[in-house]
């Protein structure tokens, strides 16, 4: 049976060109792209959940098979509850690939139903994360090229409050 339904799920802390790249290109592939925000990450998220999604939305707002979703607990039970049999997750560098392989056969041991593809990034975007630009815009450096745009301005504003 053909797969219309894809999770693309990640931190987002915040939404990277790089990942719309991935969210563009997987919205020509499947008939719908959910992408799904982690509510509590241990990570200790810059940008609040609903700041994460505002910004996810904001960028995806011409996509209309994309759609904005959060979730907490296993990534395999909250596909499972959206009825999607496929994780997308974006590979940069043989560096991502072990990490990305761990998590993948850990949910095909939690959930053997559920698939993870492996897109690649963009070149011109393949040394980009939420993490470097971060850290180059709370620096004071620019990132217009590098995130969309309705995340520039937010950038700018927490770092201007901090
Ligand atoms: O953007 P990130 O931080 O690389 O995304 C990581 C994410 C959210 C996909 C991953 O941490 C995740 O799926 N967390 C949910 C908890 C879970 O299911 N863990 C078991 C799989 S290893």
Do not use: C, W
């Not at 990277?16 to 991935?22: A, K, S």
């Not at 560098?93 to 990034?121: C, G, H, K, W």
């Amino acid at each position: 049976m053909p797969q219309q339904l894809a999770i693309y799920p990640g931190s987002f802390d915040p939404v990277t060109n790089g990942h719309l790249d991935l969210i563009q290109r997987a919205s020509k592939i499947f008939g719908h792209v959910v992408v799904a925000a982690l509510r509590h990450d241990s990570k200790d998220p810059l940008f609040t959940t609903a700041e994460r999604m505002e910004m996810l939305e904001q960028a995806t707002s011409e996509l209309p098979n994309v759609s904005v979703d959060s979730f907490d607990g296993l990534l395999v039970d909250y596909a499972r509850d959206r009825g999607a049999r496929l994780i997308l997750r974006g590979i940069r560098a043989v560096s991502d690939y072990e990490y990305e392989l761990q998590m993948a056969l850990m949910n095909r041991q939690l959930s053997s139903e559920i698939e993870t593809l492996f897109i690649p990034a963009a070149e011109q975007y393949s040394y980009l994360s939420s993490r470097i630009v971060k850290e180059v815009s709370r620096l004071g450096g620019d990132v217009s090229a590098l995130v969309p745009d309705a995340v520039v301005a937010r950038l700018r504003a927490k770092h201007s409050n901090l």
